[in-house]
T-cell receptor
Framework: GNSVTQMEGPVTLSEEAFLTINCTYT??????LFWYVQYPGEGLQLLLK?????DKGSNKGFEATYRKETTSFHLEKGSVQVSDSAVYFC???????????FGTGTRLTIIP | GAVVSQHPSWVICKSGTSVKIECRSL??????MFWYRQFPKQSLMLMAT?????????EQGVEKDKFLINHASLTLSTLTVTSAHPEDSSFYIC????????????FGPGTRLLVL
């Protein structure tokens, strides 16, 4: 079956630090991969996605590259801001099976 | 990106009453929507898949008579929590599947339900 393993949090960083949140997956076939972000008290927002190997998704300074050889989709940002404090979810969706498989979420706190 | 709305955002009700939550895709048609439940500081738990014009598919352990789902149009799905009890208090989130290139689920802002 499908599964997503995500870096356990919480993660606390200083403003302008470099961020990496690790995500690896197990899936049959060629899934699409996603990062969603959830701000306090809100639903999930799509942050970025990649639909095939070697694709790089990017948005708001965040990036993630679909690495088939390592089955990974690590989230990175070069310089985080306080406003990036949120919970980040890695997820996959297999073609033909429309259900998302989520990681457990990583809570990120950025301190000034 | 695509927009999904939910209404209401907050609801407080008495034990034994029923509560209806609406989920709408505002700028695309969604034949498939999903309902999730989220407990504090946890990931999302899929409750059911809502299919336009047909019965919803419930995940194992979810009571279909308790959580009624209706997907009457291509842009609207509703979740009714029947005879709500305090243990039903939770954060309910819906998503709508956009079947464009690279199918993507877009999420609503969530509905916080408190049953007294």
């Amino acid at each position: 079956g499908n599964s997503v393993t995500q870096m356990e949090g919480p993660v606390t960083l200083s403003e302008e630090a470099f961020l990496t949140i690790n995500c690896t997956y197990t899936a049959t076939g060629y899934p699409s991969l996603f990062w969603y972000v959830q701000y306090p008290g809100e639903g999930l927002q799509l942050l970025l996605k990649a639909t095939k190997a070697d694709d790089k998704g990017s948005n708001k300074g965040f990036e993630a590259t679909y690495r088939k050889e390592t089955t990974s989709f690590h989230l990175e940002k070069g310089s985080v801001q306080v406003s990036d404090s949120a919970v980040y979810f890695c997820a996959l969706l297999n073609f033909g099976n429309e259900k998302l498989t989520f990681g457990t979420g990583t809570r990120l706190t950025i301190i000034p | 990106g695509a927009v999904v709305s939910q209404h209401p955002s907050w609801v407080i009700c008495k034990s034994g009453t029923s509560v209806k939550i609406e989920c709408r895709s505002l700028d695309f048609q969604a034949t498939t929507m999903f309902w999730y439940r989220q407990f504090p500081k946890q990931s999302l738990m899929l409750m059911a898949t809502s299919n336009e014009g047909s019965k919803a598919t419930y995940e194992q352990g979810v009571e279909k008579d308790k959580f009624l789902i209706n997907h009457a149009s291509l842009t609207l799905s509703t979740l009714t929590v029947t005879s709500a009890h305090p243990e039903d208090s939770s954060f309910y989130i819906c998503s709508a599947l956009d079947r464009g290139p690279g199918s993507t689920q877009y999420f609503g802002p969530g509905t916080r339900l408190l049953v007294l």
